[in-house]
């Protein structure tokens, strides 16, 4: 099997049973979306959720999140992982986003790197859901699908990305990140993958072999 027949399969399968496909993360605007994707490094969607609409609610804006301080921000989202962190980088991103920005979450993937918790697999996350941008995000789970499907060989996400968006149509990008998070978190995991059951096991090339 050629990469192009496995990506033409695999693709032509999501088109077909997954044509909708979208963020599990709970959020109403931009910028709430930039908020739960810097709380979602590293800890479950599930969990975001569970702490964001009380955030939400005590800092609606930007305004509000800049001028929050520690303590507060801290002691609702402690129950996620890297508390400390998060809750310097959520405030610091707040005052750069009013600062740089004028409040408005920025539609292109370098301004977004520019602030404070957002590395470039949150910079697609954001372009993609909300811009609609040609982008494909590479967490842990898009990582491990793509390796084991086949098709990638990339040693870093960013590798994985751009061996993804060289063989996605753009127009299916945004919608194909949310392919594979799916199909990892639910089908395709880390520790005993449903192989039997995966749609699209025809075109893996682990499929026999975990």
Known sequence: MTLKERYSGIVDWFVRNRPVAQSELDFASPFQLLVAVILSAQCTD??????????????????????????????????????????????????????????EVPDDIDSLMSLPGVGRKTANVIASIVYDKPVIAVDTHVFRVSHRLGLSRGSTPYEVEQDLERHIPAELRPVAHHWLILHGRYVCTARKPACDGCGISQWCASFGKL
């Open 46 to 103: 599930k969990r975001v959720n569970l702490v964001t609409p009380a955030l939400f609610k005590a800092f609606p804006t930007p305004e509000k999140l800049s001028a929050a301080s520690f303590d507060d921000v801290y002691e609702l989202i402690r129950s996620v992982s890297y508390p400390n962190s998060k809750t310097r980088h959520l405030i610091d991103m707040a005052g750069k986003l009013l600062a740089d920005f004028g409040g």
